[in-house]
Protein backbone atom coordinates (compact mmCIF):
# COMPACT_ATOMS: atom_id res chain seq x y z
CA UNK A 1 0.00 0.00 0.00
CA UNK A 2 1.34 3.44 -0.77
CA UNK A 3 1.21 5.83 2.20
CA UNK A 4 0.57 9.36 1.38
CA UNK A 5 2.20 12.00 3.94
CA UNK A 6 -1.02 14.58 4.44
CA UNK A 7 -1.00 18.26 6.83
CA UNK A 8 1.07 18.09 10.09
CA UNK A 9 -1.22 17.18 13.22
CA UNK A 10 1.79 18.54 15.63
CA UNK A 11 4.82 20.01 15.08
CA UNK A 12 6.94 19.17 18.18
CA UNK A 13 10.71 20.11 19.45
CA UNK A 14 12.04 17.89 17.36
CA UNK A 15 10.09 15.77 15.19
CA UNK A 16 6.79 16.42 13.43
CA UNK A 17 3.62 14.16 13.32
CA UNK A 18 1.79 14.19 9.77
CA UNK A 19 -1.43 12.79 8.72
CA UNK A 20 -1.14 10.09 6.28
CA UNK A 21 -4.03 8.55 3.61
CA UNK A 22 -4.14 6.29 6.38
CA UNK A 23 -6.49 7.32 9.35
CA UNK A 24 -4.73 5.07 11.57
CA UNK A 25 -1.25 5.56 10.52
CA UNK A 26 0.99 8.92 10.78
CA UNK A 27 4.38 9.78 9.89
CA UNK A 28 7.25 10.93 12.47
CA UNK A 29 9.46 13.21 11.14
CA UNK A 30 12.67 13.40 12.49
CA UNK A 31 14.25 17.30 12.43
CA UNK A 32 17.85 18.47 13.50
CA UNK A 33 16.25 20.89 16.00
CA UNK A 34 17.75 20.07 19.89
CA UNK A 35 16.59 21.98 22.98
CA UNK A 36 17.64 20.99 26.72
CA UNK A 37 16.22 22.40 29.80
CA UNK A 38 12.35 22.68 29.11
CA UNK A 39 13.59 24.32 25.74
CA UNK A 40 15.52 27.60 27.13
CA UNK A 41 18.62 26.16 25.58
CA UNK A 42 18.12 26.04 21.41
CA UNK A 43 20.54 25.13 18.49
CA UNK A 44 20.28 22.14 15.33
CA UNK A 45 22.91 19.09 15.87
CA UNK A 46 23.91 18.01 11.97
CA UNK A 47 21.93 15.75 10.52
CA UNK A 48 20.73 14.76 14.16
CA UNK A 49 16.83 13.93 12.22
CA UNK A 50 18.38 11.10 9.79
CA UNK A 51 20.75 9.86 12.45
CA UNK A 52 17.62 9.42 15.00
CA UNK A 53 15.09 8.22 12.67
CA UNK A 54 18.11 5.19 11.77
CA UNK A 55 18.74 4.33 15.61
CA UNK A 56 15.13 4.54 16.97
CA UNK A 57 14.23 2.74 14.08
CA UNK A 58 16.77 -0.37 14.73
CA UNK A 59 16.20 0.05 18.21
CA UNK A 60 12.74 -0.32 17.74
CA UNK A 61 12.62 -3.53 15.41
CA UNK A 62 15.20 -5.29 17.82
CA UNK A 63 12.85 -5.02 20.98
CA UNK A 64 9.79 -6.38 18.40
CA UNK A 65 11.92 -9.37 18.06
CA UNK A 66 12.74 -9.29 22.09
CA UNK A 67 8.52 -8.91 22.54
CA UNK A 68 8.34 -5.52 23.06
CA UNK A 69 5.94 -4.19 20.48
CA UNK A 70 5.60 -0.83 20.28
CA UNK A 71 4.02 2.24 17.39
CA UNK A 72 6.64 1.28 14.81
CA UNK A 73 5.57 0.19 11.50
CA UNK A 74 8.41 0.63 9.01
CA UNK A 75 11.25 3.56 8.01
CA UNK A 76 10.10 5.00 5.27
CA UNK A 77 12.74 7.72 4.36
CA UNK A 78 16.12 8.93 6.05
CA UNK A 79 13.68 11.28 7.83
CA UNK A 80 10.29 9.67 8.10
CA UNK A 81 8.94 6.64 10.14
CA UNK A 82 5.83 5.08 9.71
CA UNK A 83 3.87 4.63 13.36
CA UNK A 84 0.48 3.81 14.49
CA UNK A 85 -1.18 6.78 15.48
CA UNK A 86 -2.03 7.02 19.19
CA UNK A 87 -3.49 8.83 22.30
CA UNK A 88 -0.43 9.38 23.96
CA UNK A 89 -0.30 9.27 28.07
CA UNK A 90 1.19 11.95 29.18
CA UNK A 91 3.39 10.35 31.67
CA UNK A 92 7.09 10.29 30.51
CA UNK A 93 8.63 6.90 32.63
CA UNK A 94 12.20 7.13 33.47
CA UNK A 95 14.65 4.67 34.26
CA UNK A 96 17.92 4.92 35.50
CA UNK A 97 21.22 2.40 36.61
CA UNK A 98 23.38 5.13 37.74
CA UNK A 99 22.72 8.57 39.04
CA UNK A 100 22.99 11.90 36.47
CA UNK A 101 21.41 14.79 35.86
CA UNK A 102 18.04 15.85 37.64
CA UNK A 103 18.08 13.06 40.38
CA UNK A 104 21.47 14.39 41.52
CA UNK A 105 19.89 17.83 41.96
CA UNK A 106 16.75 16.67 43.71
CA UNK A 107 18.23 14.12 46.01
CA UNK A 108 21.75 15.57 46.23
CA UNK A 109 23.28 12.37 44.71
CA UNK A 110 27.32 12.46 43.41
CA UNK A 111 27.31 11.60 39.73
CA UNK A 112 27.85 8.64 38.82
CA UNK A 113 26.41 6.56 41.77
CA UNK A 114 25.30 3.18 40.77
CA UNK A 115 22.24 1.45 41.54
CA UNK A 116 21.81 -1.62 43.03
CA UNK A 117 18.57 -2.09 40.78
CA UNK A 118 17.32 0.41 38.22
CA UNK A 119 15.22 2.98 39.69
CA UNK A 120 11.73 3.90 37.52
CA UNK A 121 10.84 7.40 38.07
CA UNK A 122 7.54 8.91 36.32
CA UNK A 123 7.28 12.51 35.08
CA UNK A 124 4.05 14.68 33.86
CA UNK A 125 4.31 15.30 29.95
CA UNK A 126 3.96 19.27 30.65
CA UNK A 127 6.17 21.47 28.61
CA UNK A 128 4.95 24.94 30.33
CA UNK A 129 5.76 23.03 33.83
CA UNK A 130 8.81 21.90 33.14
CA UNK A 131 7.69 18.04 32.98
CA UNK A 132 7.61 17.93 36.50
CA UNK A 133 8.42 14.42 38.52
CA UNK A 134 4.82 12.96 39.61
CA UNK A 135 3.97 10.29 41.85
CA UNK A 136 1.69 7.50 41.41
CA UNK A 137 -1.07 9.21 43.28
CA UNK A 138 -0.89 12.62 40.74
CA UNK A 139 -1.57 10.10 37.82
CA UNK A 140 -4.38 8.20 39.31
CA UNK A 141 -5.69 10.43 40.30
CA UNK A 142 -5.84 12.86 37.39
CA UNK A 143 -7.00 10.02 35.39
CA UNK A 144 -3.62 10.21 33.47
CA UNK A 145 -3.11 6.35 33.26
CA UNK A 146 -5.22 3.46 35.21
CA UNK A 147 -3.05 1.24 37.73
CA UNK A 148 -3.03 -1.25 35.21
CA UNK A 149 -1.40 0.94 32.26
CA UNK A 150 1.23 2.42 34.48
CA UNK A 151 1.93 -1.49 35.83
CA UNK A 152 2.42 -2.42 31.55
CA UNK A 153 4.72 0.88 30.95
CA UNK A 154 6.85 0.68 33.94
CA UNK A 155 7.44 -3.32 33.60
CA UNK A 156 7.99 -2.41 29.48
CA UNK A 157 10.28 -0.14 30.80
CA UNK A 158 12.16 -2.05 32.97
CA UNK A 159 12.17 -4.89 30.05
CA UNK A 160 13.50 -2.58 27.75
CA UNK A 161 16.78 -1.38 29.98
CA UNK A 162 17.51 -5.30 30.57
CA UNK A 163 17.44 -5.66 26.73
CA UNK A 164 19.07 -2.46 25.56
CA UNK A 165 21.76 -2.76 28.19
CA UNK A 166 23.80 -5.89 27.18
CA UNK A 167 23.18 -4.14 23.47
CA UNK A 168 24.87 -0.62 24.18
CA UNK A 169 27.74 -2.89 26.58
CA UNK A 170 28.80 -4.50 23.62
CA UNK A 171 29.40 -1.30 21.72
CA UNK A 172 31.18 -0.22 24.57
CA UNK A 173 28.51 2.35 25.83
CA UNK A 174 26.78 2.25 29.00
CA UNK A 175 23.42 2.59 29.58
CA UNK A 176 22.99 5.12 32.10
CA UNK A 177 19.20 6.30 32.03
CA UNK A 178 16.43 6.70 29.56
CA UNK A 179 12.77 8.53 28.56
CA UNK A 180 9.77 6.59 27.57
CA UNK A 181 6.76 7.44 26.34
CA UNK A 182 3.93 5.36 25.72
CA UNK A 183 0.97 5.76 23.96
CA UNK A 184 -2.85 3.79 23.30
CA UNK A 185 -4.54 2.77 20.65
CA UNK A 186 -8.40 2.85 19.67
CA UNK A 187 -9.10 -0.34 21.38
CA UNK A 188 -7.25 0.49 24.49
CA UNK A 189 -3.70 -1.29 24.22
CA UNK A 190 -0.75 0.44 25.43
CA UNK A 191 2.33 0.19 23.08
CA UNK A 192 5.80 1.98 23.61
CA UNK A 193 5.90 5.32 21.26
CA UNK A 194 8.15 8.19 20.58
CA UNK A 195 11.69 7.61 20.00
CA UNK A 196 14.92 5.76 21.25
CA UNK A 197 17.40 7.68 20.96
CA UNK A 198 20.74 10.25 22.04
CA UNK A 199 17.95 12.47 22.65
CA UNK A 200 16.56 10.30 25.46
CA UNK A 201 19.18 8.47 27.14
CA UNK A 202 22.65 9.11 28.58
CA UNK A 203 25.76 6.89 27.48
CA UNK A 204 28.96 7.17 28.64
CA UNK A 205 32.00 5.88 26.83
CA UNK A 206 33.07 2.46 29.05
CA UNK A 207 36.98 3.46 27.52
CA UNK A 208 36.92 7.37 28.74
CA UNK A 209 33.58 7.96 31.02
CA UNK A 210 32.63 10.29 28.25
CA UNK A 211 29.39 11.52 27.72
CA UNK A 212 28.26 10.13 24.22
CA UNK A 213 24.43 11.99 24.20
CA UNK A 214 22.19 14.82 24.05
CA UNK A 215 24.54 15.78 27.48
CA UNK A 216 27.23 17.31 24.84
CA UNK A 217 24.69 19.80 23.75
CA UNK A 218 22.81 20.65 27.00
CA UNK A 219 26.40 21.47 28.77
CA UNK A 220 28.81 22.81 25.85
CA UNK A 221 30.89 19.72 25.70
CA UNK A 222 31.92 19.86 22.26
CA UNK A 223 32.11 17.43 19.27
CA UNK A 224 28.26 16.90 19.50
CA UNK A 225 27.45 16.14 15.73
CA UNK A 226 30.16 13.79 16.15
CA UNK A 227 29.21 11.61 19.16
CA UNK A 228 25.59 11.21 17.31
CA UNK A 229 27.53 10.38 14.27
CA UNK A 230 29.80 7.99 15.92
CA UNK A 231 26.84 5.89 18.58
CA UNK A 232 24.79 5.31 15.11
CA UNK A 233 27.60 3.72 13.24
CA UNK A 234 28.65 1.41 16.54
CA UNK A 235 24.96 0.74 16.80
CA UNK A 236 24.18 -0.06 12.95
CA UNK A 237 27.08 -2.15 12.67
CA UNK A 238 25.47 -3.90 15.95
CA UNK A 239 22.15 -4.19 14.42
CA UNK A 240 23.72 -5.49 11.02
CA UNK A 241 24.90 -8.51 12.50
CA UNK A 242 21.88 -9.29 14.82
CA UNK A 243 18.89 -8.14 13.29
P1 LIG B 1 7.67 17.49 22.01
O1 LIG B 1 6.18 17.26 22.07
O2 LIG B 1 8.31 17.27 23.36
O3 LIG B 1 8.04 18.78 21.39
P2 LIG B 1 8.63 15.95 19.70
O4 LIG B 1 9.26 17.08 18.97
O5 LIG B 1 9.37 14.67 19.78
O6 LIG B 1 8.27 16.28 21.19
O7 LIG B 1 7.22 15.74 19.01
C1 LIG B 1 6.68 14.51 18.74
C2 LIG B 1 5.36 14.39 19.48
O8 LIG B 1 4.63 13.30 18.96
C3 LIG B 1 5.56 14.11 20.97
O9 LIG B 1 4.74 14.99 21.72
C4 LIG B 1 5.12 12.67 21.14
O10 LIG B 1 4.52 12.42 22.39
C5 LIG B 1 4.12 12.50 20.01
N1 LIG B 1 4.02 11.12 19.52
C6 LIG B 1 4.98 10.16 19.54
N2 LIG B 1 4.54 9.01 19.00
C7 LIG B 1 3.25 9.23 18.61
C8 LIG B 1 2.24 8.42 18.01
N3 LIG B 1 2.48 7.16 17.68
N4 LIG B 1 1.01 8.97 17.79
C9 LIG B 1 0.78 10.26 18.11
N5 LIG B 1 1.69 11.09 18.68
C10 LIG B 1 2.91 10.58 18.94
P1 LIG C 1 16.69 13.91 33.81
O1 LIG C 1 17.96 13.51 34.49
O2 LIG C 1 16.72 15.30 33.22
O3 LIG C 1 15.48 13.69 34.69
O4 LIG C 1 16.51 12.95 32.56
C1 LIG C 1 16.64 11.55 32.68
C2 LIG C 1 16.74 10.94 31.30
O5 LIG C 1 15.52 11.04 30.61
C3 LIG C 1 17.77 11.62 30.40
O6 LIG C 1 18.40 10.62 29.62
C4 LIG C 1 16.97 12.56 29.54
C5 LIG C 1 15.61 11.90 29.47
N1 LIG C 1 14.50 12.84 29.50
C6 LIG C 1 14.04 13.38 28.32
O7 LIG C 1 14.58 13.07 27.24
N2 LIG C 1 12.99 14.24 28.35
C7 LIG C 1 12.36 14.59 29.49
O8 LIG C 1 11.41 15.36 29.47
C8 LIG C 1 12.83 14.00 30.74
C9 LIG C 1 12.19 14.36 32.06
C10 LIG C 1 13.90 13.16 30.68
N1 LIG D 1 13.84 17.47 25.90
C1 LIG D 1 13.73 18.44 26.98
C2 LIG D 1 13.85 19.86 26.44
O1 LIG D 1 13.73 20.11 25.28
C3 LIG D 1 14.65 18.14 28.12
C4 LIG D 1 16.10 17.88 27.78
O2 LIG D 1 16.39 17.09 26.88
O3 LIG D 1 17.00 18.41 28.47
O4 LIG D 1 14.06 20.80 27.15
Known sequence: MIIERK???YDGKSKTIFETNQSE???QYFKDDATAF???KKGTIVNKGLLNNLTSSQIFEFLAKNQIPSHFVKKLSEREMLVKKLTIIPVEIVVRNRAAGSICKRLGLEKGKA??????ETFFKNDSLGD???????????????????????????????ILKPV????GLELIDFKLEFGKTKDGFVLLADEITLDGC?????????????????????RVDEAYQEVTHRLTQFFSRSL
Open 25 to 27: LVI
Open 202 to 222: RLWDKATGESMDKDRFRHDLG
Open 7 to 9: SPL
Open 115 to 120: FSHPIV
Open 168 to 171: FESI
Open 38 to 40: NAQ
Open 132 to 162: PLISEEHIFHFGWATPAELKEMKASALKVNH
